[in-house]
């Protein structure tokens, strides 16, 4: 057999491992089972691959999509890997086929979804032959507390009773300490090593702002700062991806909508432009981008609050897979605060279910209105440490101002208790500025002394307070009195006047000037680089895969930099194995060589 390094590099084209990938791949092979956190773009799926070709046997990998599954099969097979996947894509002479290789000793990798894996037939079947080791991927989908749940993930703990013998890797970007503890206790990984390798992803940048003309606001970030980008966009509800997607394309961009109302069809067709073309912005609920591989994500956009930190990690962690820098980019208000809020509420979880929710968005709400080094905050949650302010985000590039809120924090709680907690934000703002509606000469408002005292801060303005006072636990939402704001244990000392209170002051950011695409050193040749792309292109179509199966951006960069001038010298550039090689080295040299002065 050959060695973990040797394979590392003749295959995959690397030359080290990144840490902690040589201890969790060692461990596997010697027969341990292990469980995995590492951030996405860490390199994780090599932490089961290398294993898999040095161990005798095929690699069973249970992986919960099937875009992800053909996705890393296309990836392996340019390599020379005999991978296969087994899903509900396959026609029955296909599916035997692929049964009967795995049963020849034929197959390296076979990728199955769970639902699959629990059927009787294909338990039997992984029963006559022999198995190298079992990799769960995207393990987090196994906590019923996680943002992921599937739930034919419970039954992932047959693995252990059914083939004891057998080493097992869990994986996932994102858990925090309580669905650790549920993976763990779930899929039996109590005596497993466990590998922790950060959560920080220091080339994205987080930028949250204040949602005030959301379409504008976002618009004008896409021209100044990604015009010419692949990107994801998500949204709550089905209805606004449509029409985020088919507004962006009016307004020149090429975007696709992807939810779970489209049929399978158009879903697949949308994942598949997204993924194998340029410049493509898809727009999205949550269903979608669990695994997505494509490394050039410059940019992942939340038009709507997430519900939860481990949501938000997740999502923007699809953005600069390939190292190279990305934004998080998220506009929020009160009412996608109120809209969570009442979905929580209607849900049909346990009591204890929906308040360890209301705990996670709030949460989520103290990461938006936070004034100090937003990273650090993302860390702290997933108890992961940064010792000074990350100096990539708004918090830290552009400090925000802040002014003392006590007075006016101290109208707000007023007058939501002067009108006995009935109302929502909108009268509440509209009988402190003295409005004249018929609401509030129903209910005789006029007539309160919190009437007209909040004349000189405009709409915004007074939103902003109460936003920061429901995000802070000073308010809360009443959904049976349809989003009726009403006071806490913890606002008694504020009013009072017992403690003041620093408010966060909205302004509308500068947008920071990046380049589009990706940040090209001032050493590379713009048009020697655009070059090597068409050539990626054209394999990429012949073959039907993503352009970044056959380079990522990283290795034709490298290209720009080394100039092989033989297939030879071309075996040196960073992720390109023996196969891919021979296969492409002759016509990435040939345009290299059509790129240089004669005198060379």
Sequence with gaps: MSSAQDILQSVFGYTSFRPPQDQIVDALIAGEDAFVIMPTGGGKSLCYQIPALVREGCAVV??????????????LQVLGVRAQFLNSTLDADRVLAIEQALSRGELDLLYIAPERFNQAKTLSLLREVKISLF???????????GHDFRADYLQLSLLHTLFPEIPRIALTATADARTRREIIERLDLAAARQFIAGFDRPNIRYRIALKQN??????????????RDAGIVY???RSKTEDIASWLCGEGFRALPYHAGLDSRTRAANQATFLREEAVIIVATIAFGMGIDKPDVRFVAHLDLPKTIESYYQETGRAGRDSNPADAWMIYGLQDVIKLRQMMAQSAGTEEHKRAEQQRLNAMLGLCEITSCRRQALLNYFDDALDSPCGNCDTCLQPPATWNGTEAAQMALSVAYRTEQRFGVNHLIDVLRGANTDKIFQFNHHQLASYGIGKDFDNNQWRSVFRQLVARGYLSVDFERFGALRLEEKCRPLLRGEVSIELRKDIKLKAAKQQTQVRLAGDIDIALWEALRECRRQFAEEQGVPPYVIFHDSSL???????????????LVS???ERKQQKYGPAFVRVIADHLPVHR
């Design 135 to 145: 990799a769960i991927d995207e393990a987090h989908c196994v906590s019923q507390w």
């Design 62 to 75: 249970i992986s919960p999509l099937i875009a992800l599954m053909q996705d890393q099969v296309s990836a």
């Design 214 to 227: 959301a379409k504008q606001q976002f618009l004008q970030f896409l021209k100044q700062e990604h015009a």
């Design 557 to 571: 960069q490298e290209m720009c930099r080394l100039l092989p001038r033989d297939v030879q010298e071309f075996g």
């Design 575 to 577: 992720g390109v194995g």
């Design 235 to 237: 949204c709550l509800s």
